[in-house]
């Protein structure tokens, strides 16, 4: 398996137990419609949240949260109302971004509420 993919993977890992601590309801991971794919689902009080996680080695070339830009946003956005359509779910809804620098050295992780919101 390629280095990146196994980062990417150890991180999502790690995010969702950062999660599962701070008392979030995991729902699904790495949940598809079509091309599109949600890392993490959950709940948080009667909240849906909605998670990109990003993760890096490094910070060499900027936070791992700069590379949600507007194209992902819009992944994003269109995913989730495919699943609260497949779900019937009427739910506030809040996308989140958890950022994650890994290595041999370092293990940070950076949660941001409410990262983005649909235009």
Known sequence: ???????????????RKFLEEKR????ETNWRHEKDE????AKDNDELVV???K???T???GEPEDAVGQSKEAFLIRATEAYLEE????????????????????????HIIDAFYPV
């Open 1 to 15: 398996m390629p280095k990146h993919i196994e980062l990417g993977k150890k991180g999502e890992e790690l995010a």
């Open 24 to 27: 979030y309801t995991i729902l």
């Open 38 to 41: 949600i890392d993490i689902i």
């Open 51 to 53: 998670i990109e996680v």
């Open 55 to 57: 993760t890096r080695s």
């Open 59 to 61: 910070d060499f070339f």
């Open 87 to 110: 779900k019937k779910l009427d739910i506030d809804t809040r996308f989140d971004i958890i950022s994650i620098i890994l290595n041999d050295n370092q293990q940070e992780v950076t």
